[in-house]
């Protein structure tokens, strides 16, 4: 300990060490001055920018309301696969049902005619996601399990939807 106490009186009693040269004094850095034009220019072109914006979606606004005041329909081409035709399938059965039931007799003639009354299917629609894919057939947005003409949606995939009616099946497909 008697150590550290004569280093301590030794360098109390030592001339303090001269001031180092710091040199110039410290000062903020300079900024250049920005030109009113400048500045007012910049200003312009935002506000012209944010005006466009909000013009065009006030457009599209208006034309997304007026469509929907419209009653807009979208319409897809579709077409009935040729596999569908085959043996069993509804389209077939009904047609040659309808044939031989109006051969045999004048009443059935009538039952024939009340069932092609029944408007065809036309798939106008796909709407395919994982989770609720749904479908337009004939202008209404069915889901699986919903009715169109007495017929049952029983599947609906990217390309195709399986309808059930009595029994028989038809595939409709978009083109």
């Known amino acids: 300990m008697s150590l550290i106490n004569d280093a301590l009186k030794r360098a109390s009693k030592a001339p303090p060490p001269p001031p180092a040269d710091v040199g110039a004094a410290f000062r903020p850095a300079e900024q250049p001055r920005r030109s009113p034009?400048?500045?007012?220019?910049?200003?312009?072109?935002?506000?012209?920018?944010?005006?466009?914006?909000?013009?065009?979606?006030?457009?599209g606004w208006q034309a997304s309301r007026a469509a929907a005041e419209a009653g807009a329909k979208t319409t897809v081409a579709a077409r009935e696969n040729a596999e569908a035709r085959r043996p069993g399938s509804l389209a077939t059965n009904l047609s040659a049902t309808t044939a031989a039931v109006a051969s045999t007799n004048a009443l059935a003639a009538g039952a024939?005619?009340?069932?092609?009354?029944?408007?065809?299917?036309?798939?106008?629609?796909?709407?395919?996601?994982?989770?609720?894919?749904?479908?337009?057939?004939n202008s209404k947005t069915l889901y699986i399990g919903d009715k169109v003409a007495q017929a049952k949606v029983l599947a609906i995939d990217r390309e195709s939807v399986t309808l059930e009616k009595g029994g028989q099946t038809n595939v409709l497909t978009v083109e």
């Open 37 to 59: 034009a400048l500045v007012l220019a910049i200003s312009l072109i935002a506000l012209v920018i944010l005006g466009m914006a909000g013009w065009f979606l006030f457009r």
């Open 112 to 137: 024939a005619a009340s069932q092609a009354a029944v408007p065809p299917f036309k798939l106008n629609a796909i709407f395919f996601r994982a989770r609720n894919p749904s479908v337009v057939i």
